[in-house]
């Protein structure tokens, strides 16, 4: 932030310097400016334009063109000197286009002869790196270079040696991690240089089954932790990446649970929440507190709390490539949920250390863009930002072999860079997936540089999380709107909304389109945030009975099921997740968050139901068209009586067995008797899909059912 001191003065492009004075000081005026640079040569400088800003008065100051990386100091015509600070100017095209680096080998590059590092700072004024090896702590001067890359190559074997860098920038000695950082020692406080020889690993990305479309996804989001804290879990290593694949695992009965669970449900992607370095968690101390992850430090390095030995650099980097290679070779593709939007603290992160004023995004006046709402908000705009987040994606899908990105907050970051991720990670693998929470935040970009789901036509490979659908279908997602159900719930006045929902919200069936491909809307009715859908239910719909609230749950998850677009399950959903109706469990305990084992058994009927609808849409691939264009052409919804849906999919023999497919969705009270003009087969009904399916010609909508027919 601006205006703290007296006097201030900022380099905002490479002509002017913005200068400030208190008015507690002579009124805050001065009648001439002087420049003096390390050699105390001093220039004078014209006084362009004077604003008066309350507590303050503004000069805009006409300034000789500076060499970046200097030192240079401001008087006022009091003699009242202070540092230049390098400000705004960083922002300009002017500096991009002299300063931005297209290597690709910042941070360390090891080898056992020698180990280079490299910084990008080009308003630096020094540069060191401390160094500790077993031997002790040595401290060496970088060299500045092109592009305002600091360099230095030690020649001796740093192999697990760590090290801090030491930056002088605006006065100011800042000590930071390297943000280019793939190994730590505990709680993010030095970087770790290891041998990138010793953590290579086959992730067997070829053995999980090709993704030829997004709308073949069925995806499943789950905590590291959670899944395996509970006590009856069987699992031995609790809240770690090997825990998510341990085999053989049962509950106290002798029921399947971990790695054996999710075979048997079969979903296709299992989405991490946050598996890199987080800040709200002590890794010496895992289960001290609790929290979800969505706090990064250091983007490229593994969550030390998940590991077996956080003191041991290689361990969460080895552990976390073992899990992913484990769930490709049981058929699943791996999903990262990344955070690039915020970081857990602006003040103290490496980036903010290492080029003030750069990566994160700033006001006119100097305040801080926060439509995070976590403090801070990343500028992907920057190049050099850009440039390192799509190579940090690009690491996690060469280097470990994740399989796609869920991404926080989208809205925050651009639609350039969002296309950029998908095209060059899918370069890697095409079936990368790369979706996210396309929200229009708060955050100080133009509403059309947004990657938020609005912008939709303008990023082809990006799916967004489907709010017209959550809120159609379950209705308000806060606890203090309980009282707004969706579809699903009963409400039967947004039977136009869900009309459109389930057909992939791509056409104009019951409201105008909101995507343009079927590929670019998550279905979803819950996920890690506000409560999960049971609880909704059990608020929201208290007048019911248990009987009747647990049958909507099953059909709203049966809905996920067959409606156009991508299926997203949140863990636990099958059986009733229960958070006791906390509506932000972030940082809640164990006790909350925990994925229970036992309440899986005690819901084991609507677990099989749910496996059911997951095996049914994987075999008709009519639930799951490609584009808007098959939507249109084989996919009719009306209602009947304006409370229930009659959802429809013809001539698709093409699509797999059946010609017709037809689906009723009743979640009212009252049961519609319907006759049928041909012989239907029975596919699924209340009790889930059936093993042994019937011919009919007519038949009764139950009252909260859905039911699938064809023929």
């Given amino acids: 932030m601006r205006k703290l001191q007296t006097f201030e003065a900022y380099l905002d492009t490479f002509e002017t310097i913005t200068a400030y004075l208190n008015k507690s000081y002579y009124q805050g005026e001065s009648q001439s400016f002087r420049l003096k640079d ?6 004078l400088l014209n006084i362009l334009k004077t604003v008066d800003e309350g507590e303050y008065m503004k000069y805009i100051l006409e300034t000789p063109i500076l060499e970046l990386g200097k030192n240079y100091k401001v008087t006022d015509d009091h003699n009242l000197a202070v540092p230049l600070q390098y400000g705004y100017v960083v922002r300009t095209k002017e500096f991009d286009e002299a300063f931005y680096y297209d290597g690709h080998d910042l941070g360390v590059t090891y080898t056992k002869e020698a180990s280079t590092f490299k910084v990008w700072s080009p308003i630096a004024t020094q540069v060191k790196v401390e160094v500790q090896t077993k031997d002790g702590i040595e401290t060496y001067d970088l060299t500045k270079g092109d592009k305002g890359v600091w360099s230095i190559t030690i020649s001796q074997d740093l192999e697990l040696a760590s090290y801090i860098y030491l930056v002088k920038v605006n006065g100011t000695w800042n000590q930071a991690t390297d943000p280019y950082a793939i190994a730590s020692t505990p709680n993010h406080q030095r970087t770790v240089i290891v041998d990138s020889e010793k953590i290579k690993m086959d992730s067997k990305r070829e053995l999980a089954p090709e993704v030829k479309s997004y709308t073949d996804a069925i995806i499943y989001e789950m905590h590291v932790r959670d899944f395996s804290v509970h006590k009856n879990s069987g699992i031995k290593h609790v809240g770690k990446f090997l825990g998510v694949v341990e085999e053989g695992t049962r509950t106290s009965r002798g029921t399947l649970t971990g790695l054996d669970y999710l075979v048997d449900l079969g979903v296709t992607h299992i989405q991490l929440l946050p598996t890199y370095d987080f800040g709200s968690v002590d890794e010496l101390n895992q289960f001290e507190t609790y929290n979800w992850g969505y706090d990064p430090v250091q983007y490229n390095v593994p969550e030390g709390s998940y590991s077996t030995d956080v003191h041991n650099p290689y361990s969460r980097i080895i552990e976390m490539k073992q899990m992913i290679a484990k769930l490709h070779e049981k058929g699943f593709r791996v999903i990262m949920d990344v955070v690039y939007n915020h970081m857990f603290d602006r003040q103290t992160s ?88 396309g929200w229009n935040m708060p955050s100080i970009m133009p509403e059309e540089a947004k990657a938020m789901m609005y912008n939709n036509k303008k990023m082809p490979k990006i799916a967004h999380f489907n709010d017209r659908f959550g809120r159609g279908i379950k209705g308000s997602p806060f606890e203090y709107e309980m009282s707004d159900i969706g579809y699903g719930l009963g409400y039967t006045g947004d039977i136009n909304r869900a009309m459109n929902v389930v057909a ?61 677009g991508i299926a997203f399950l949140h863990a636990g959903q099958e059986f009733n997740r229960t958070k006791d109706g906390d509506h932000n469990s972030y940082m809640s305990p164990d006790s909350v968050n925990q994925f229970d084992w036992d309440r899986k058994d005690e819901y084991i009927e609507t677990v099989e139901f749910v496996k059911g609808f997951i095996n049914l849409r ?5 639930l799951r068209l490609n584009t808007a264009e098959e939507i249109k052409q084989h996919v009719t919804v009306n209602k009947l009586e304006d409370r229930i849906i009659e959802y429809t999919i013809s001539d698709v023999k093409a699509y797999g067995p059946y010609e017709e497919i037809k689906i009723f969705i009743n979640p009212t009270h009252t049961p519609l008797h319907i006759e049928l003009n041909d012989n239907y087969q029975l596919i699924a009904n209340q009790t889930g899909v059936l093993n042994e399916q019937s011919t009919i010609n007519h038949l009764t909508v139950d009252a909260i059912e859905l039911v699938v027919l064809a023929k």
């Avoid at 279905?523 to 019911?544: A, G, P």
């Avoid at 994987?618 to 009519?622: F, G, I, S, T, V």
Wanted: aromatic share 10%.
């Fill in 38 to 43: 390390e050699t105390s040569t001093t220039t």
């Fill in 618 to 622: 994987k075999e008709l691939k009519a």
């Fill in 504 to 564: 992939g919200s791509c056409t104009d069936i019951g409201m105008e389109a909101l995507f343009v491909e079927p590929t670019m809307t998550l279905n979803y009715v819950e996920c890690h945030d506000n409560m999960t859908l049971f609880d909704k239910i059990m608020l929201s719909n208290r007048c019911e009975s248990l009987e009747t609230r647990l049958k909507r749950q099953k059909m709203i998850t049966a809905l996920i099921l067959v409606s156009q």
């Fill in 350 to 437: 490496s980036f903010e250390n290492i080029m003030p004023n750069y990566y994160f995004k700033l006001g006119d006046n100097g305040e801080i863009s926060n439509g995070s709402f976590c403090g801070n908000d990343v500028d992907s705009l920057r190049p050099m930002c850009r440039q390192f987040i799509v190579d940090s994606c690009k690491m996690w899908v060469k280097e470990y072999g994740f399989d796609g990105f869920r991404f926080d907050l989208m809205g925050i970051l651009d639609t350039e860079t969002m296309n950029q991720i998908a095209d060059e990670c899918q370069a890697i693998d095409a079936s990368v997936m790369v979706y996210g929470e």
